[in-house]
């Protein structure tokens, strides 16, 4: 007999239609970012060289930077009799050329459709390697039909956790699993750690890697990333903690260094607003011993009065917030303490008890907030006909959305590849808060600015 679950799906599948305009991207991609977190870490993609070139489009747009992405460039033979040999020499090659600390391996649809034996690959590999001083190989599995770019991204972290941490004397230092957040976000961890006096490593670190200076020539391997042996160290930090509510449950970097070491995890949602911001700073203060420190009760103080400030512009607004179902729960909370209305709440991701994770992070969501994952953008676009938004907060992907309702969008999460600096947009903390409660007001003050006959100068 068919379980509820199963019954449920057959259901769905009755009326499915093909995804149209995803609200998500491929499994590989996140693998590809977290690895190039790492220092001295070279990704590489064990598939057909499209699947590169199409991640390496991506994050290149998003992040400004230049991105190398190896691959064992599958064609028809491998297809059908395997990418072995392929695979080998393409980490012969990378090895010579690049001379990598690492060497990320994640594989593709392609590749684990025909059933690649990976760990036997390797094992022959490392049993036959002629390059001496070989580079350690952490392979991970990511077929974009199993999971989004998140799944891949999470998973590769838990790779490199269970592959380098090692037990070892107590240390005063924490681990920060932040998620896939922006560049500028890293950097901003890394300053409030400061501020509390914490060590912290952050894995991963991709604010230098994926956001760097400019090159007087151009430079194989980018300076930055979490260094290796820190990671090796994770196994004995004072705690982790790890962002992120779709997490519970599930076999996370934290959950390992928590069974494996008994690393004391915090899991938490992403500290986007007042309220998750201060469970993190909570987190914080419990770790150190200290209060929150001046310039941190300042940002918070300043946000308030921001708060004030907008509010008459604010109130009742209806907003649709799509994209990641960490970063979508986070906007939902922070919007709810601003006074804006999430209609919607949409991702791409499929995430079992989402809904009570968005209302456990946003208590005061009206109960008609629609709140759905497995979303693509043509069925957001017709939910927002009835919905009828004021605004639209999302990645570069819901312009179509936004421009058909004429309504802002305000760009948010990844991609950003319709304007400069979607690496540098802050969304932790309480100055991440600031700048976009400040965006949202400004975006909605020139909407109506623009709509007037009379053209306000004053508002």
């Known amino acids: 007999m068919n379980t509820v679950l199963e019954q449920e799906e057959e259901k769905e599948m009755k009326h499915c239609t093909a995804t149209r305009n995803a609200c998500k991207l491929c499994t590989p991609l996140g693998a590809c970012l977290a690895f190039r977190g790492v220092e001295g870490c070279i990704p590489f993609l064990h598939g057909s060289q499209g699947c590169a070139t199409y991640i390496r489009r991506y994050l290149i747009s998003h992040f400004r930077e230049p991105m190398d992405v190896a691959s064992s460039n599958f064609h028809e033979e491998s297809a059908i009799f395997g990418g072995g040999k392929n695979l080998k020499a393409g980490l012969a090659n990378v090895s010579a050329q690049y001379e990598p600390e690492m060497i990320g391996l994640a594989t593709t649809c392609l590749a684990e459709t025909i059933g690649e034996n990976v760990p036997l690959i390797l094992k022959e590999y490392r049993d036959n390697c002629a390059v ?11 077929p974009s039909y199993r999971g989004t770019h998140m799944d891949g991204f999470h998973e590769t972290v838990r ?9 070892g004397r107590r240390q005063e230092r924490v681990a920060i699993f932040p998620g896939m957040v922006s560049a500028e976000d890293l950097r901003h961890l890394k300053e409030i750690c400061r501020e509390f006096g914490l060590p912290a490593t952050l894995l991963p670190d991709y604010s230098e890697t994926m956001d760097g200076e400019t090159w007087d020539s151009y430079q194989k391997m980018p300076s930055g990333g979490t260094p290796i042996h820190e990671i090796v160290g994770l ?15 599930r076999d996370s970097a934290g959950a390992f260094l928590e069974k494996q070491f008994q690393v004391p995890r915090r899991l938490l949602g992403l500290p986007i607003g007042i309220r998750e911001t201060d469970r993190f700073m909570e987190v914080l203060e419990t770790a150190t011993g200290r209060c929150k420190p001046a310039a941190l009760r300042q940002q918070r103080g300043r946000l308030v009065d921001a708060l004030i400030d907008g509010h008459k512009y604010v109130f009742g607004k209806r907003a649709i917030v799509c994209g990641d179902a960490d970063l979508a729960t986070g906007l939902a909370a922070f919007l709810s303490e601003t006074g804006i209305f999430p209609v919607l709440c949409a991702t791409g991701e499929r995430r079992v008890g989402w809904e009570k994770q968005v209302r456990e992070a946003a208590p005061d969501l009206p109960p008609e907030s629609q ?52 690496q540098r947009v802050l969304h932790l903390g309480y100055a991440g808060a600031q700048q976009l409660y400040d965006r949202t007001v400004n975006a909605l003050m020139e909407k109506k600015q623009t709509d007037s006959t009379v053209g306000y100068s004053y508002l």
């Open 371 to 422: 709140v759905c994952d497995r979303l693509d953008f043509a069925e957001i676009e017709e939910r927002a006909e009835e919905l009828k938004p004021d605004i639209v907060i999302g990645s570069s992907k819901g312009y179509r959305l936004a421009r058909k309702m004429g309504v802002p969008l305000i760009r948010v999460g990844f991609p950003i590849h319709d304007r400069i600096g979607g």
């Open 159 to 167: 790779a490199l956790v269970g592959h380098f941490a090692e037990s």
């Open 132 to 142: 001496e001083d070989a580079p350690p190989i952490v392979s991970v599995s990511t």
């Open 235 to 249: 196994g004995s930090v004072r705690m982790s903690i790890e962002f992120g509510r779709s997490l519970v449950g």
